[in-house]
């Protein structure tokens, strides 16, 4: 007898005929349209940009469905009497207009959100300041050998296009930022936090708002579920005693009873005080500690699910991830390493600190008003030559300035306009043996789109050389 997911059948008539507002046209809302148009349900979009700035596509088929649209300023003004919304991540949900209609009954929801509630399987999502994809990634790359696996979230594609075909002995992986957590009231079965540092206060009113959206990853969680955290990091252990599931550490400080650790460049399965190996982290493709932390996060994670044998299979032939200190290529004894997705100075003090050679750092780009006094130590400790650009480059300059002059410490610094004169700088001053790290520890948009064109637009200059 062929599976019926009677959940998602019941959702799908509720839908019929209900207004509902979908906020936001980015990756996520998009694909919602079609699919609500199809369950006959009332849709009316909503968008802060104006027309001319909305994907073509998108328009067309706003314009073919007949659909209610309403975009610029004061585009939520008529946000009035729906049944049910739709935000995107982007979209703070304690706005005014959306508020007034929450307390009038209507369901906030998330694209999502709907797939942990909807999926009729196992759902395993990961949340951190930093190392959520290569986690996600890793823990996707060790299920796919024995189940259906399907990843979504932050990386992937939408998984609410799939929702039909996920059956129950299928496995949900998932990627989520704090954004997507703001609202989020169903955790998955199998929580993942990777660590938590000050990030996106540009959009977190607070530091302790952007901590309690991360935790509704594991808060509405039950007894039979897992929660995995960083036993190294004090937000995160503290995390365990409000959570209602089974806690599993993972540490590369500690030597844990139970858990799995990083020690000695091996990772180990903790039990009753007995460890036993698992891989070195010399025989996998990724660098630094705090990937031996993110492999940690994955066999935590995966446990009980596949046996040790197809963790280490997975782990050991895992290419990493583009952006994540992704080696580009040798010129002249010097490696180069694509590092864009450091947005914060916390991520490029890992990527520096992967490193045993001597550094010509790349750094700088879009303020999102983050303190970059922690990097001005690393800096001096790993670094031969800094590169700035960027908005952040005056407050990367003035913290490394003041620590260089109180340890009387010698840097070369170069201020340049834009990455291809950066570039050019790094390979005037590489030597043999030295690499090149391009680690902006800062956002990417006051040059590029997102991280992932700023990392193309490296590769691609320091591949012509």
């Known amino acids: 007898m062929s599976f019926v997911n ?66 610029g300023e004061n585009y939520l003004s008529n946000l009035k009497d729906f049944d049910i919304i739709f935000k995107s991540p982007s979209v703070r949900p304690d706005l005014p207009e959306i508020q007034e209609e929450v307390k009038k009954g209507a369901k906030l929801t998330s694209e999502i959100e709907l797939v942990i509630e909807l999926s009729p399987c196992k759902t395993i999502a990961v949340t951190g300041s930093d190392g959520k994809t290569t986690t996600t990634s890793l823990i996707y ?59 996106h206060l540009d959009i977190h009113k607070s530091y302790q708002e952007y901590i309690e959206a991360k935790t509704n990853i594991f808060k509405n969680q039950n007894e039979d579920n897992k929660l995995v955290l960083n036993y190294d990091n004090e937000i995160t252990r503290e995390f365990s005693k409000q959570a209602p599931g089974k806690v599993v550490f993972f540490s590369s400080k500690e030597k844990l009873e139970n858990g799995v650790i990083y020690d000695d460049g091996t990772v180990k399965i903790a039990e009753d005080g007995l460890r036993r190996h698992v891989l070195k982290l010399k025989d996998t493709k990724l660098r630094g500690k705090h990937n031996a932390e993110n492999i940690c996060a994955a066999i935590a994670a995966t446990n009980g699910l596949v046996d040790i044998e197809t963790q280490i299979k997975a782990i050991t032939n895992f290419e990493g991830v583009a952006h994540r200190i992704e080696f580009v290529r040798e010129i002249n004894g010097s490696k180069w390493y694509n590092d864009s997705i450091a947005s914060s100075p916390t991520r490029t003090i890992a990527g520096l600190n992967s490193f045993e050679e001597e550094i010509i750092l790349i750094a700088g780009g879009y303020d999102k008003h983050l ?80 991280f992932e064109e700023r990392g193309n637009k490296f590769k691609e200059l320091v591949k012509k050389l």
């Not at 959702?11 to 079609?34: H, Q």
């Not at 349900?41 to 706003?62: C, G, M, P, Y």
């Not at 799939?162 to 989020?184: A, C, G, N, R, W």
């Not at 009231?185 to 660590?195: C, F, G, L, R």
């Open 6 to 71: 009677t959940k998602l059948e019941e959702f799908n008539n509720w839908l019929k005929n209900k207004k509902v507002a979908i906020i936001g046209l980015g990756v996520s809302n998009s694909p919602l349209i079609d699919y609500m148009y199809k369950m006959n349900a009332n849709i009316t979009v909503f968008n802060n940009k104006t027309e001319d700035k909305i994907d073509k596509s998108i328009l067309q088929k706003i314009e073919q469905y007949k659909i209610e649209k309403h975009f």
């Open 141 to 199: 790359e060790i299920l796919k050998n024995k189940y259906k696996c399907f990843l979504g979230g932050n990386i992937g594609i939408p998984l609410f296009t799939k929702i039909q075909e996920i059956k129950p002995e299928d496995i949900v992986v998932l990627e989520l930022s704090s954004f997507q957590l703001m609202t989020m009231k169903k955790s998955p079965d199998i929580a993942v936090v990777t660590n938590i540092t000050p990030n």
């Open 371 to 450: 303190d970059y006094e922690p990097i001005a130590e690393p800096i001096l400790n790993k670094v031969k030559t800094l590169i700035l650009m960027g908005q952040t480059a005056e407050k990367i300059f003035g913290v490394v300035k003041q620590k260089k002059e109180e340890q009387n410490k010698q840097i070369n610094i170069y201020k340049v306009k834009t990455l291809e004169e950066a570039i050019e700088k790094a390979k005037e001053n590489a030597k043999p043996n030295q690499v090149v790290l391009f680690s902006p520890a800062s956002a990417s948009f006051d040059m590029f789109k997102n």
